[in-house]
Protein backbone atom coordinates (compact mmCIF):
# COMPACT_ATOMS: atom_id res chain seq x y z
CA UNK A 1 0.00 0.00 0.00
CA UNK A 2 1.45 3.25 -0.65
CA UNK A 3 1.83 6.07 1.58
CA UNK A 4 -0.43 9.28 1.46
CA UNK A 5 2.57 11.60 1.28
CA UNK A 6 4.37 10.06 -1.82
CA UNK A 7 1.24 10.27 -3.74
CA UNK A 8 0.41 14.08 -2.77
CA UNK A 9 4.43 14.91 -4.03
CA UNK A 10 3.77 12.74 -6.87
CA UNK A 11 0.22 14.34 -7.53
CA UNK A 12 2.05 17.53 -6.69
CA UNK A 13 4.92 16.82 -9.06
CA UNK A 14 1.93 16.14 -12.04
CA UNK A 15 0.40 19.03 -11.41
CA UNK A 16 3.01 22.11 -11.61
CA UNK A 17 2.82 24.01 -14.08
CA UNK A 18 -0.46 22.56 -15.63
CA UNK A 19 -2.29 25.54 -17.41
CA UNK A 20 -5.52 25.65 -19.59
CA UNK A 21 -5.83 27.62 -23.39
CA UNK A 22 -9.56 28.54 -23.62
CA UNK A 23 -11.58 30.89 -25.19
CA UNK A 24 -15.16 32.21 -25.42
CA UNK A 25 -16.03 32.63 -29.43
CA UNK A 26 -13.47 34.05 -30.82
CA UNK A 27 -13.19 37.12 -28.47
CA UNK A 28 -11.24 37.62 -25.13
CA UNK A 29 -9.15 34.74 -25.99
CA UNK A 30 -6.94 33.86 -22.83
CA UNK A 31 -3.64 32.38 -23.70
CA UNK A 32 -2.04 29.55 -21.45
CA UNK A 33 0.50 26.63 -21.66
CA UNK A 34 -0.18 23.07 -22.08
CA UNK A 35 0.89 20.99 -18.89
CA UNK A 36 4.64 20.68 -18.90
CA UNK A 37 5.05 18.45 -15.52
CA UNK A 38 3.40 15.34 -17.77
CA UNK A 39 6.33 13.03 -19.07
CA UNK A 40 6.12 12.84 -22.78
CA UNK A 41 4.31 9.70 -24.18
CA UNK A 42 5.94 6.35 -24.03
CA UNK A 43 6.59 2.93 -26.03
CA UNK A 44 4.85 -0.26 -25.06
CA UNK A 45 8.02 -1.49 -21.96
CA UNK A 46 9.40 -4.70 -22.53
CA UNK A 47 8.34 -6.26 -20.21
CA UNK A 48 4.47 -6.45 -20.26
CA UNK A 49 2.22 -6.50 -16.94
CA UNK A 50 -0.13 -9.82 -16.75
CA UNK A 51 -3.95 -8.52 -16.40
CA UNK A 52 -5.30 -9.52 -12.77
CA UNK A 53 -8.63 -11.66 -14.03
CA UNK A 54 -11.23 -12.95 -12.11
CA UNK A 55 -12.79 -15.89 -13.31
CA UNK A 56 -16.20 -16.70 -13.74
CA UNK A 57 -18.04 -20.79 -14.05
CA UNK A 58 -20.81 -21.40 -15.96
CA UNK A 59 -23.68 -20.09 -15.42
CA UNK A 60 -27.02 -18.76 -17.26
CA UNK A 61 -25.93 -15.57 -16.92
CA UNK A 62 -22.94 -16.23 -18.40
CA UNK A 63 -24.84 -17.51 -21.39
CA UNK A 64 -26.42 -14.22 -21.67
CA UNK A 65 -23.41 -12.02 -21.94
CA UNK A 66 -21.94 -14.09 -24.38
CA UNK A 67 -25.74 -13.87 -26.41
CA UNK A 68 -25.20 -10.50 -26.47
CA UNK A 69 -21.75 -10.10 -27.88
CA UNK A 70 -22.51 -12.97 -30.48
CA UNK A 71 -25.55 -10.10 -31.23
CA UNK A 72 -22.91 -7.70 -31.53
CA UNK A 73 -20.53 -9.81 -33.71
CA UNK A 74 -23.49 -10.71 -36.04
CA UNK A 75 -24.45 -7.34 -36.74
CA UNK A 76 -20.79 -6.12 -37.25
CA UNK A 77 -19.87 -4.55 -41.04
CA UNK A 78 -17.01 -5.93 -42.92
CA UNK A 79 -15.05 -2.64 -41.94
CA UNK A 80 -15.30 -2.81 -38.33
CA UNK A 81 -18.53 -0.74 -37.73
CA UNK A 82 -20.79 -1.81 -35.50
CA UNK A 83 -24.31 -1.35 -35.14
CA UNK A 84 -25.81 1.81 -33.32
CA UNK A 85 -29.46 1.25 -33.39
CA UNK A 86 -31.70 -0.60 -34.96
CA UNK A 87 -36.10 -0.74 -34.40
CA UNK A 88 -36.92 -4.53 -33.50
CA UNK A 89 -40.33 -4.48 -35.07
CA UNK A 90 -39.33 -2.10 -38.60
CA UNK A 91 -35.96 -2.74 -38.82
CA UNK A 92 -34.98 1.46 -39.27
CA UNK A 93 -31.56 1.85 -38.51
CA UNK A 94 -31.55 5.44 -39.36
CA UNK A 95 -30.32 7.09 -36.21
CA UNK A 96 -26.53 9.57 -35.50
CA UNK A 97 -24.57 7.52 -34.26
CA UNK A 98 -22.64 8.62 -30.94
CA UNK A 99 -18.32 7.31 -31.13
CA UNK A 100 -18.63 7.72 -27.79
CA UNK A 101 -21.08 5.00 -26.93
CA UNK A 102 -19.63 2.95 -30.07
CA UNK A 103 -16.21 2.50 -28.20
CA UNK A 104 -17.25 1.64 -25.78
CA UNK A 105 -19.42 -0.87 -27.31
CA UNK A 106 -15.86 -1.91 -28.76
CA UNK A 107 -14.74 -2.74 -25.29
CA UNK A 108 -17.52 -4.76 -24.28
CA UNK A 109 -16.64 -7.47 -27.44
CA UNK A 110 -13.55 -7.75 -25.52
CA UNK A 111 -15.00 -8.72 -22.20
CA UNK A 112 -16.94 -11.28 -23.86
CA UNK A 113 -14.33 -12.76 -25.41
CA UNK A 114 -12.42 -12.94 -21.62
CA UNK A 115 -15.69 -14.26 -20.28
CA UNK A 116 -16.45 -16.83 -22.98
CA UNK A 117 -12.60 -17.85 -23.92
CA UNK A 118 -13.62 -17.60 -27.48
CA UNK A 119 -11.11 -15.61 -29.63
CA UNK A 120 -13.49 -14.63 -32.46
CA UNK A 121 -15.18 -12.00 -29.86
CA UNK A 122 -11.68 -10.46 -29.56
CA UNK A 123 -10.97 -10.70 -33.49
CA UNK A 124 -14.29 -8.53 -33.74
CA UNK A 125 -13.33 -6.01 -31.10
CA UNK A 126 -9.79 -5.79 -33.27
CA UNK A 127 -11.75 -4.46 -35.96
CA UNK A 128 -13.92 -2.23 -34.66
CA UNK A 129 -11.05 -0.94 -32.61
CA UNK A 130 -9.38 -0.36 -35.73
CA UNK A 131 -12.11 1.42 -37.49
CA UNK A 132 -12.40 3.55 -34.32
CA UNK A 133 -9.37 4.38 -33.89
CA UNK A 134 -8.92 6.70 -37.05
CA UNK A 135 -10.71 8.76 -35.30
CA UNK A 136 -7.47 9.60 -33.33
CA UNK A 137 -6.25 13.21 -33.18
CA UNK A 138 -2.55 14.24 -32.07
CA UNK A 139 -1.47 18.34 -32.84
CA UNK A 140 1.54 18.98 -30.20
CA UNK A 141 1.29 22.13 -30.98
CA UNK A 142 -2.33 22.71 -29.79
CA UNK A 143 -2.82 19.75 -27.20
CA UNK A 144 -1.20 17.14 -25.17
CA UNK A 145 -1.35 13.73 -25.90
CA UNK A 146 -4.03 12.32 -28.11
CA UNK A 147 -7.97 12.76 -28.39
CA UNK A 148 -10.87 11.25 -30.20
CA UNK A 149 -12.79 13.31 -32.56
CA UNK A 150 -16.29 13.38 -32.72
CA UNK A 151 -18.68 15.61 -33.86
CA UNK A 152 -16.60 18.41 -34.18
CA UNK A 153 -14.77 18.00 -31.30
CA UNK A 154 -12.99 16.10 -28.80
CA UNK A 155 -15.68 15.02 -25.84
CA UNK A 156 -12.98 13.81 -22.64
CA UNK A 157 -15.42 10.64 -22.55
CA UNK A 158 -14.44 9.71 -25.92
CA UNK A 159 -10.55 9.78 -24.97
CA UNK A 160 -11.48 7.52 -21.47
CA UNK A 161 -13.35 5.33 -22.94
CA UNK A 162 -11.00 4.07 -26.12
CA UNK A 163 -8.60 3.50 -23.09
CA UNK A 164 -11.40 1.42 -21.33
CA UNK A 165 -11.16 -0.58 -25.17
CA UNK A 166 -7.61 -1.35 -24.72
CA UNK A 167 -7.48 -1.92 -21.28
CA UNK A 168 -10.30 -4.85 -21.75
CA UNK A 169 -8.33 -5.82 -24.82
CA UNK A 170 -5.40 -6.37 -22.12
CA UNK A 171 -7.71 -7.92 -20.03
CA UNK A 172 -9.03 -10.48 -22.69
CA UNK A 173 -5.89 -11.27 -24.58
CA UNK A 174 -2.58 -9.72 -22.46
CA UNK A 175 -1.18 -7.82 -25.25
CA UNK A 176 -1.11 -4.19 -26.89
CA UNK A 177 -0.04 -4.57 -30.33
CA UNK A 178 -2.60 -4.28 -32.77
CA UNK A 179 -1.39 -4.64 -36.21
CA UNK A 180 1.07 -1.77 -36.56
CA UNK A 181 -0.06 -0.12 -33.84
CA UNK A 182 1.35 0.10 -29.96
CA UNK A 183 -1.84 0.34 -28.42
CA UNK A 184 -0.54 0.87 -24.81
CA UNK A 185 1.26 4.47 -26.38
CA UNK A 186 -2.31 5.05 -27.52
CA UNK A 187 -3.82 4.89 -24.65
CA UNK A 188 -1.17 6.92 -22.97
CA UNK A 189 -1.85 9.44 -25.30
CA UNK A 190 -5.61 9.48 -24.21
CA UNK A 191 -4.54 9.58 -20.71
CA UNK A 192 -2.36 12.91 -20.98
CA UNK A 193 -5.20 14.28 -22.61
CA UNK A 194 -7.13 13.65 -19.65
CA UNK A 195 -4.76 14.97 -17.38
CA UNK A 196 -4.24 18.25 -19.42
CA UNK A 197 -7.97 18.61 -19.25
CA UNK A 198 -8.28 18.85 -14.90
CA UNK A 199 -10.14 22.38 -13.99
CA UNK A 200 -7.77 24.27 -11.52
CA UNK A 201 -10.88 22.90 -8.77
CA UNK A 202 -9.71 19.44 -9.30
CA UNK A 203 -12.34 18.20 -11.78
CA UNK A 204 -12.26 17.95 -15.29
CA UNK A 205 -13.15 20.08 -18.70
CA UNK A 206 -15.60 17.80 -20.63
CA UNK A 207 -15.18 19.30 -24.37
CA UNK A 208 -11.85 20.54 -26.38
CA UNK A 209 -12.23 22.11 -29.78
CA UNK A 210 -8.93 20.71 -31.41
CA UNK A 211 -9.07 23.89 -34.39
CA UNK A 212 -7.43 26.57 -34.93
CA UNK A 213 -5.48 27.57 -31.44
CA UNK A 214 -7.53 24.61 -29.66
CA UNK A 215 -9.90 25.66 -26.43
CA UNK A 216 -11.97 23.99 -23.85
CA UNK A 217 -15.69 24.69 -23.59
CA UNK A 218 -15.89 25.17 -19.81
CA UNK A 219 -19.89 25.07 -19.75
CA UNK A 220 -19.69 21.37 -21.79
CA UNK A 221 -21.14 18.95 -18.93
CA UNK A 222 -21.95 15.16 -19.30
CA UNK A 223 -22.99 13.61 -16.28
CA UNK A 224 -20.54 10.54 -16.41
CA UNK A 225 -17.42 11.88 -17.99
CA UNK A 226 -15.87 12.59 -15.15
CA UNK A 227 -16.02 9.13 -13.35
CA UNK A 228 -15.50 7.01 -17.24
CA UNK A 229 -12.22 9.60 -16.82
CA UNK A 230 -11.39 8.71 -13.31
CA UNK A 231 -11.58 4.84 -14.37
CA UNK A 232 -9.40 5.20 -17.29
CA UNK A 233 -6.86 6.92 -14.78
CA UNK A 234 -6.81 3.72 -12.96
CA UNK A 235 -6.60 1.28 -15.89
CA UNK A 236 -3.58 3.25 -17.22
CA UNK A 237 -1.90 2.72 -13.44
CA UNK A 238 -3.25 -1.03 -13.44
CA UNK A 239 -1.45 -1.35 -16.81
CA UNK A 240 1.57 0.66 -16.54
CA UNK A 241 2.36 0.52 -12.44
CA UNK A 242 3.44 3.84 -12.76
CA UNK A 243 2.44 5.57 -9.79
CA UNK A 244 1.58 9.06 -11.86
CA UNK A 245 -1.78 7.92 -13.29
CA UNK A 246 -3.03 6.88 -9.31
CA UNK A 247 -1.42 10.16 -7.94
CA UNK A 248 -4.18 11.80 -10.91
CA UNK A 249 -6.93 9.35 -9.79
CA UNK A 250 -7.31 10.36 -6.30
CA UNK A 251 -6.77 13.79 -6.82
CA UNK A 252 -9.78 13.65 -9.28
CA UNK A 253 -11.42 11.49 -6.62
CA UNK A 254 -11.20 13.95 -3.78
CA UNK A 255 -12.74 16.40 -5.93
CA UNK A 256 -15.58 14.15 -7.10
CA UNK A 257 -16.68 13.13 -3.40
CA UNK A 258 -17.29 16.58 -2.49
CA UNK A 259 -19.84 16.85 -5.19
CA UNK A 260 -23.71 16.01 -5.15
CA UNK A 261 -24.07 12.22 -5.09
CA UNK A 262 -25.56 10.53 -8.98
CA UNK A 263 -26.10 6.91 -9.92
CA UNK A 264 -22.63 7.32 -11.43
CA UNK A 265 -21.89 3.15 -12.53
CA UNK A 266 -18.40 4.51 -13.46
CA UNK A 267 -17.57 6.43 -10.38
CA UNK A 268 -18.41 2.66 -8.88
CA UNK A 269 -16.01 0.93 -11.14
CA UNK A 270 -13.67 3.11 -9.51
CA UNK A 271 -14.12 2.60 -5.90
CA UNK A 272 -13.62 -0.81 -6.85
CA UNK A 273 -10.32 -0.75 -9.02
CA UNK A 274 -8.84 1.57 -5.92
CA UNK A 275 -10.01 -1.43 -3.65
CA UNK A 276 -8.20 -3.84 -5.14
CA UNK A 277 -5.33 -1.78 -6.66
CA UNK A 278 -4.47 0.29 -3.49
CA UNK A 279 -7.29 1.39 -0.55
CA UNK A 280 -10.48 2.57 0.02
CA UNK A 281 -10.52 6.20 2.20
CA UNK A 282 -12.98 6.70 4.91
CA UNK A 283 -14.76 9.58 2.36
CA UNK A 284 -15.16 6.30 -0.64
CA UNK A 285 -16.71 4.37 1.64
CA UNK A 286 -19.06 6.65 3.14
CA UNK A 287 -19.82 8.12 -0.91
CA UNK A 288 -20.09 4.66 -2.23
CA UNK A 289 -22.99 4.25 0.58
CA UNK A 290 -24.51 7.02 -0.98
CA UNK A 291 -24.68 5.59 -4.31
CA UNK A 292 -25.65 2.73 -3.51
CA UNK A 293 -29.06 3.94 -1.83
CA UNK A 294 -29.27 6.25 -4.41
CA UNK A 295 -29.40 3.65 -6.97
CA UNK A 296 -31.96 1.65 -4.51
CA UNK A 297 -34.30 4.18 -3.57
CA UNK A 298 -35.37 4.74 -7.70
CA UNK A 299 -35.60 0.30 -7.55
CA UNK A 300 -39.94 1.21 -7.83
CA UNK A 301 -39.76 3.42 -10.65
CA UNK A 302 -36.97 1.69 -12.38
CA UNK A 303 -38.68 -1.28 -12.98
CA UNK A 304 -41.99 0.37 -14.00
CA UNK A 305 -42.40 -1.93 -17.84
CA UNK A 306 -42.31 1.87 -18.98
CA UNK A 307 -38.38 2.73 -18.25
CA UNK A 308 -35.59 1.39 -20.02
CA UNK A 309 -33.99 -1.26 -19.69
CA UNK A 310 -30.18 0.92 -20.71
CA UNK A 311 -30.65 3.03 -17.35
CA UNK A 312 -31.61 -0.04 -15.73
CA UNK A 313 -28.47 -2.12 -16.66
CA UNK A 314 -26.70 0.78 -15.56
CA UNK A 315 -27.95 0.36 -12.23
CA UNK A 316 -26.52 -3.35 -12.29
CA UNK A 317 -23.43 -1.65 -13.12
CA UNK A 318 -23.20 0.45 -10.05
CA UNK A 319 -24.30 -1.65 -7.68
CA UNK A 320 -22.36 -5.52 -8.70
CA UNK A 321 -19.29 -2.59 -8.92
CA UNK A 322 -19.99 -1.45 -5.63
CA UNK A 323 -20.49 -4.95 -3.96
CA UNK A 324 -16.71 -5.94 -5.33
CA UNK A 325 -15.58 -3.23 -3.83
CA UNK A 326 -16.78 -3.97 -0.28
CA UNK A 327 -16.01 -7.69 -0.61
CA UNK A 328 -12.64 -6.93 -1.56
CA UNK A 329 -12.28 -4.43 1.48
CA UNK A 330 -14.18 -6.85 4.02
CA UNK A 331 -17.35 -4.57 3.95
CA UNK A 332 -21.01 -5.40 3.88
CA UNK A 333 -21.59 -6.77 0.42
CA UNK A 334 -24.38 -9.58 1.14
CA UNK A 335 -27.20 -6.65 1.20
CA UNK A 336 -26.26 -5.57 -2.28
CA UNK A 337 -26.21 -8.64 -3.72
CA UNK A 338 -30.23 -8.41 -2.98
CA UNK A 339 -30.77 -5.41 -4.85
CA UNK A 340 -29.11 -6.37 -8.02
CA UNK A 341 -31.04 -9.39 -9.07
CA UNK A 342 -34.01 -7.70 -9.64
CA UNK A 343 -32.61 -5.30 -11.78
CA UNK A 344 -31.20 -8.27 -13.44
CA UNK A 345 -34.29 -10.11 -13.89
CA UNK A 346 -35.96 -6.83 -15.26
CA UNK A 347 -33.37 -6.18 -18.00
CA UNK A 348 -32.77 -10.23 -18.81
CA UNK A 349 -36.80 -10.26 -19.63
CA UNK A 350 -35.68 -7.65 -22.45
CA UNK A 351 -33.21 -10.32 -24.05
CA UNK A 352 -34.34 -11.61 -27.40
CA UNK A 353 -36.16 -14.15 -27.63
CA UNK A 354 -37.13 -13.30 -24.19
CA UNK A 355 -39.77 -10.09 -23.83
CA UNK A 356 -41.89 -8.77 -21.35
CA UNK A 357 -43.71 -6.17 -23.35
CA UNK A 358 -46.01 -8.78 -25.37
CA UNK A 359 -44.56 -7.97 -28.44
CA UNK A 360 -45.10 -10.54 -31.61
CA UNK A 361 -41.80 -11.95 -32.13
CA UNK A 362 -41.04 -13.47 -35.34
CA UNK A 363 -38.62 -16.20 -36.09
CA UNK A 364 -37.20 -13.74 -38.61
CA UNK A 365 -36.71 -11.07 -35.79
CA UNK A 366 -35.14 -13.67 -33.57
CA UNK A 367 -32.64 -14.76 -36.26
CA UNK A 368 -31.80 -11.14 -36.89
CA UNK A 369 -31.50 -9.57 -33.15
CA UNK A 370 -31.30 -12.52 -31.02
CA UNK A 371 -29.04 -11.51 -28.03
CA UNK A 372 -29.47 -7.89 -28.53
CA UNK A 373 -31.60 -5.98 -25.66
CA UNK A 374 -34.47 -3.78 -26.62
CA UNK A 375 -35.16 -1.02 -24.68
CA UNK A 376 -38.86 -0.37 -23.68
CA UNK A 377 -42.41 -1.53 -24.50
CA UNK A 378 -42.80 1.53 -25.53
CA UNK A 379 -39.50 1.96 -27.86
CA UNK A 380 -38.74 -1.59 -29.04
CA UNK A 381 -34.97 -0.61 -30.21
CA UNK A 382 -31.50 -2.49 -29.72
CA UNK A 383 -28.89 0.38 -28.91
CA UNK A 384 -25.58 -0.34 -28.20
CA UNK A 385 -25.12 1.49 -25.30
CA UNK A 386 -27.73 -0.77 -23.42
CA UNK A 387 -26.19 -3.63 -24.85
CA UNK A 388 -23.04 -2.77 -23.61
CA UNK A 389 -24.01 -1.86 -20.04
CA UNK A 390 -25.44 -5.22 -19.52
CA UNK A 391 -22.21 -7.26 -20.56
CA UNK A 392 -20.48 -5.36 -18.36
CA UNK A 393 -22.95 -5.28 -15.66
CA UNK A 394 -23.54 -8.63 -15.54
CA UNK A 395 -19.75 -9.69 -15.95
CA UNK A 396 -18.99 -7.18 -12.68
CA UNK A 397 -22.02 -9.14 -10.97
CA UNK A 398 -20.44 -12.89 -12.18
CA UNK A 399 -17.00 -11.56 -10.94
CA UNK A 400 -18.50 -10.38 -7.70
CA UNK A 401 -20.17 -13.55 -7.18
CA UNK A 402 -16.77 -15.34 -7.84
CA UNK A 403 -14.86 -13.34 -4.91
CA UNK A 404 -16.91 -13.74 -2.54
CA UNK A 405 -17.19 -17.66 -3.49
CA UNK A 406 -13.20 -17.65 -3.41
CA UNK A 407 -13.09 -16.30 0.28
Given at each position: MRKRNVLFLIAGLGLIGTTYFWANGNQNAEIVETPTAIPPPVSTPATVRVPEIIPIGDNPLKDSVIAAGEYLARQQLPNGELAYQVD???NERSYTP?????????????TVCRVSGDSKYCEAGDRALDHYLEFLVNDPGKFKGACLYTNGGCPLGGAALTIDAVYKRWQATGGFILEDRDLLADALDLGYFIASLRRPDG??????????????DPDYFVTYFSGESLYALLELYEMTGDDFWLAQAREANEYMTAQPVTED??????????????????????????????????QVRSLNPANTSISTATKIESLAALAQALALSNGDHKRLDRD?????????????????CNLDVSHEMIRRYEGGVFSSCEDPSIRIDGVQHW???????????????GK
Open positions: ILTSYVRLIAGTGSLYGFYHSFDPHFAGSVHWHSYAFAMFARLDSLTRADRAYMEQIAQTVIDGIRPFITFVLARQLPDNNINGVTAFLEYQSLVE
